[in-house]
Every structure is written in C-alpha cells, then in structure tokens.
T-cell receptor, first 115, second 110 residues
C-alpha cells in the first residue's frame, strides 16, 4: 500500500530534550516536506527536500533540522524543543520536486507536546 | 496580510444545500492551486486540483480567477459526510513551497 508513515504518532517531552520524528514514504517520491499545524494558523511549511541531500527552509524553520540521506526517509529533528513547538506535525511527499500539479500525500500526523 | 486567506467559518448548512468557499492569494506568481479536505485530527487529503478552466468532480466544482487572485470551491447537494475542514493550498513559483490557508470549517446538518 502506497503511504507516508510517521513515528511516533504521539509524544510528550520536556524542554531541551532532543527528539526526532521519523517520516518514510514507499512511493519513490522525490519531494518531501514537513508542516506544522496550529489552531487558526493552518499548515505552515517547516522544511522541504527536493531529493536526496537537497533540502531548503520553508516558512517556519527556526528550531528544526532535517536530513535526507535516503530517498524514502526525511526525519525532523528538534535539537532543543521548547513549548512553542507544541503542535501537530505532518510529513508529506509528492512524486516530482518540480511537479507543480502533483498531489501531496500526507502522513497521519505526530502530535507533539513540549512541557 | 497572510499569503493565502480563507474565511474560517464555520459554515452551518442543511443537507442538500449548496455552499461556496473562497480563498484569496497574494502572490501573483503562484503557479498551482489545490483544495484539500481535512477531517478532525486527521491528515489533509487532496480533494481537487484547480485549473484556469475550472474543474468539476461530481458535486464539487473548483475555479480559479487569476485576475482577482482567488480560487473557489462549490459543493452542491451537501451531505452529512461533507462535514470537514477545507484547506486551500497554493504552490509558489518553482513549486517547491506550498502555502496553505488556515481552512474553512463546514458543518452539514440533517
């Protein structure tokens, strides 16, 4: 089954404790992206990747890191989480980096709470 | 001003009603446009792409007005199952960045 998976689905942590949210897709998609969703603000793009070893900042990259060492995986790293990073996070992928009309497929989301 | 703006609603409509949502975007260089549906606490799923010529899929019609920089979604004969949040999304020049609206909440009642 074609899908985007994220782990963990739920996480409660404390300020400053490094964490990684994994994202994996099995569709051989070039493009992957991370979003956060907050009430009243909608989905905001954190980082995106056009292919292996090619990443760039979205609109809200502060406090986050990403890497794309393999085509299928795009982990989101919070080196020192803070309470303002409490949010619902979605990973997404689409077939081609320049595929303007391509559908983005979203993972099921990770609900992160930073105390 | 936000790059992509939607009326947050909520829109409360009876079954069978026709409802329309608009979404405005500020970047005239935007290249592609989409409507997504999101159920509570779930991931967004593509509802329709939006083309200059307009497109229709059953009870759903999407249109793009480049001159006025807005996209619209029309839902005819609303069903209870249409209750959800509808997000518009705009790809900027180059297509790498996607900007989402904050969503419009729809409640369809029996």
């Amino acid at each position: 089954e074609a899908q985007v998976t994220q782990n963990p689905r739920y996480l409660i942590t404390v300020t400053g404790k490094k964490l990684t949210v994994t994202c994996s897709q099995n569709m051989n998609h070039e493009y992957m992206s991370w979003y956060r969703q907050d009430p009243g603000l909608g989905l905001r793009q954190i980082y995106y990747s056009m292919n292996v070893e090619v990443t760039d900042k979205g609109d809200v990259p502060e406090g986050y890191k990403v890497s794309r060492k393999e085509k299928r995986n795009f982990p989101l790293i919070l080196e020192s989480p803070s309470p303002n990073q409490t949010s619902l996070y979605f990973c997404a992928s689409r077939l081609e980096a320049g595929g303007l009309a391509d559908t983005q497929y979203f993972g099921p989301g990770t609900r992160l709470t930073v105390l | 001003r936000k790059e992509v703006e939607q009326d947050p609603g909520p829109f409360n409509v009876p079954e069978g009603a026709t409802v329309a949502f608009n979404c405005t975007y500020s970047n005239s260089a935007s290249q592609s446009f989409f409507w997504y549906r999101q159920d509570c606490r779930k991931e967004p799923k593509l509802l329709m792409s939006v083309y200059s010529s307009g497109n229709e899929d059953g009870r759903f019609t999407a249109q793009l007005n480049r001159a006025s920089q807005y996209i619209s979604l029309l839902i005819r004969d609303s069903k209870l199952s249409d209750s959800a949040t509808y997000l518009c999304a705009v790809n900027g020049a180059g297509g790498f960045k996607t900007i989402f609206g904050a969503g419009t909440r729809l409640f369809v009642k029996a």
